[in-house]
């Protein structure tokens, strides 16, 4: 069995974490919540393991994570104190790790190794949506400090393999991403992009879908959408991944003026 890979949003900070009794989430970030939720009972088959790419993790050569379980990395600022006191302890999967480093290698790609970092909340934070027993092991992968489309690809199709080896690639970002532009002013623009990127994305043609994604900044609003490219970069992880299996937009909502979507690749 092949599993697909995804492209998720992971919310803004602890978005839905913040009631320190557990209580209901905002009602803004409910659908994003209730997409992440379902994400592996609409799996083929229960992963063996999670390969994800955060959009908050950067380095100049992709760098994979090592350690048997990480301590949490609560990289967000001004929220609830509770909020820094959650936990998902999840086991590390160091074997998934090692053979991402040698797909990647076999392409071509310098890959270092580390085992101290903690799991940042691009990694956490949906994860204890999706997977609220903490029970599927899990592997954290750097994207490189270029950003470049067209390499994010290529390192996504190295992994591929992994595929039908039980490991869900998982890409976690969001599609819009401009801190300094938010509310429904925002909308009309961010409506015309997301059009644009889904467009893309979905594309039938799996070559015109990697032309049309690595030129993303071509795509109405492109840079507006994205000042900085590292929310975007784990979405050319997992179309990489994908290679040529058909690509769809699974997720699409509102948030903070936002318009926020999802792919499913395979």
């Known amino acids: 069995m092949k599993l697909p890979t995804l492209f998720i949003p992971h919310g803004g ?9 557990g209580g209901p ?8 919540q209730d997409h992440l939720a379902g994400l592996m009972e609409s799996l083929p088959e229960r992963p063996k393991a999670i390969l994800l790419v955060s959009g908050h993790w950067e380095e100049e050569a992709v760098t994979v994570n090592v350690g048997g379980g990480q301590p949490l990395l609560y990289d967000y600022y001004g929220f609830p104190e509770h909020t820094y006191r959650l936990r998902w302890n999840a086991p590390g999967a160091p074997d998934v790790a090692r053979k991402a480093e040698a797909l990647l290698k076999a392409a071509g790609f310098p890959v270092r190794e580390e085992a101290d970092r903690g799991w940042d909340h691009g990694v956490f934070i949906p994860m204890m949506v999706a997977v609220p027993g903490a029970d599927i092991p899990l592997v954290q992968m750097s994207l490189r400090k270029d950003l470049d489309p067209a390499a ?26 401009n801190m300094r532009a938010r509310g429904p002013q925002v909308t009309p623009v961010a409506d015309e992009w997301d059009a644009a990127l889904t467009a893309a994305v979905t594309d039938p043609d799996p070559a015109a879908r990697v032309d049309r994604v690595t030129r993303w900044e071509e795509l109405p609003h492109g840079r507006f959408a994205h000042p900085e490219a590292e929310h975007l970069l784990p979405l050319m992880v997992a179309l990489g991944a994908g290679g040529d299996d058909a690509a769809v937009c699974d997720y ?14 395979g």
């Open 13 to 21: 900070g602890p978005c839905f974490f913040m009631d320190p009794a």
């Open 25 to 32: 989430t905002d009602p803004m970030w409910q659908a994003m």
């Open 152 to 177: 994010h690809i290529a390192i996504g199709r190295a992994l591929a393999p992994l595929r039908e080896q039980g490991v869900l690639i998982v890409g976690s970002g969001m599609s819009f991403h």
């Open 252 to 265: 699409r909502d509102h948030v903070i003026g936002w318009t926020v979507s999802g792919y499913r690749f």
